[in-house]
């Protein structure tokens, strides 16, 4: 079975700009969350789909978003960028239950000069 | 407010010895508890769980302890070896949570 696979793998943007990352979770999973890692701040919760709808939403300003497709791939898009947006997103893919065990990809690491 | 904290940033072991990483919570909804381990360039991986239900839980040289009084859980390696020098990132959710939140994550090294 394919993992989960994250595009592009690196990004370089200027502030202002906007980014779409993408995320193909594990086939037959139908939840997706997303995560931005920094130095010093671990893994912080973005959102999480499921079935195409946002069922959980972290504490980021609305110029993050998502959006998940029927076939359960999904991408986040941030505008207007700011230099503080610069970290690695990740995209964790699982299959709903008490678990929760996440399956990562390897992350699009975005830098905002 | 940090729901998942990991107080230690970085730990250096010798091979062979005990690395035991830390882990508090403050939210007492939480009842499923995850590490994950983290090479550079590469996503997090699932490494052992153990649910509030019970206090131990063994998986090679790999064991989490739990101690729901004091919101409290701690992963040991032993022995360590060189190959677990990675950031370990100790998470929790529950039944109702709907998301896994994920400490600040704790640095080990393991010298040879």
């Known amino acids: 079975k394919a993992g989960v696979t994250q595009t592009p793998r690196y990004l370089i943007k200027t502030r202002g700009q906007q980014v779409t990352l993408s995320c193909s979770p594990i086939?037959?999973?139908?939840?997706v969350s997303w995560y931005q890692q920094t130095p010093g701040q671990g893994l912080q919760f973005l959102f999480e789909?499921?079935?195409?709808?946002?069922?959980n939403k972290g504490n980021f300003p609305g110029r993050f978003s998502g959006r998940q497709f029927s076939n359960s791939r999904s991408e986040m898009n941030v505008s207007t960028l700011e230099l503080g947006d610069s970290a690695l997103y990740l995209c964790?893919?699982?299959?709903?239950?008490?678990?929760?065990?996440?399956?990562f990809g390897s992350g699009t690491q975005l830098s905002v000069l | 407010d940090q729901q998942v904290k990991q107080n230690s940033p970085s730990l250096s072991v010798q091979e062979g010895r005990i690395s035991i990483l830390n882990c508090d919570y403050t939210?007492?909804?939480?009842?499923?508890f995850l590490w994950y381990k983290k090479y550079p360039a590469e996503g997090p991986t699932f490494l052992i769980s153990?649910?509030?239900?019970?206090d131990k839980n063994e998986d090679g040289r790999f064991t989490v302890f739990l101690n729901k009084s004091a919101k409290h859980l701690s992963l040991h390696i032993v022995p360590s070896q060189p190959g677990d020098s990675a950031v370990y990132f100790c998470?929790?959710?529950?039944?109702?949570?709907?998301?896994?939140?994920f400490g600040p994550g704790t640095s080990l090294s393991v010298i040879p």
């Open positions: 964790a893919s699982s299959t709903p239950g008490p678990s929760e065990k996440l399956f």
């Open positions: 086939s037959g999973h139908r939840s």
């Open positions: 789909y499921f079935s195409e709808t946002q069922r």
């Open positions: 939210n007492s909804m939480f009842d499923y």
């Open positions: 153990i649910s509030s239900i019970k």
């Open positions: 998470a929790a959710t529950s039944k109702t949570y709907d998301k896994v939140i």
